[in-house]
């Protein structure tokens, strides 16, 4: 990986933890729980505990993608910052830039 490439890839990666902090944020309001007596009516209650569950879903995904996408931030200075764990050969530069967090190539993620 080039030096512009890894500025690149920080850039991107930064720029993703801002979104998925800000969508957090956003996401708590929703992830509130449902009194039981709120007086919203039995089937709308129904539906605002399932929305909430879809809500709890997103934010827990939200979550760890952003602890992941911080520690690949942390591992931008070492060696292998955009190296396959399992073969230690380099992830192509296009995969990293879609899913910076990954830590595989798409040869090892197949095995």
């Known amino acids: ?6 500025e690149q890839l920080v850039t991107i990666i930064e720029a993703e933890i801002q979104k998925l902090k800000a969508k957090i944020e956003e996401l708590k ?3 509130e729980p449902i009194e039981p ?8 209650r129904m539906d605002a505990i ?10 827990r995904n939200s979550k760890n993608r952003l602890s992941q996408l ?9 060696g292998i910052f955009g190296i396959c764990t399992k073969c230690h050969q380099s992830i192509p530069f296009e995969r990293l830039k879609i899913r910076p967090e ?6 090892c993620l197949k095995r």
């Open 70 to 78: 911080e520690q690949v931030l942390k591992l931008k200075n070492d």
């Open 50 to 59: 399932n929305n909430k569950t879809i809500f709890d879903a997103s934010m």
């Open 102 to 107: 990954i830590r595989f190539c798409a040869n």
């Open 1 to 6: 990986m080039t030096k512009d490439e890894k």
């Open 29 to 31: 309001q929703f992830t």
């Open 37 to 44: 007596d709120c007086a919203i009516g039995r089937i709308s």
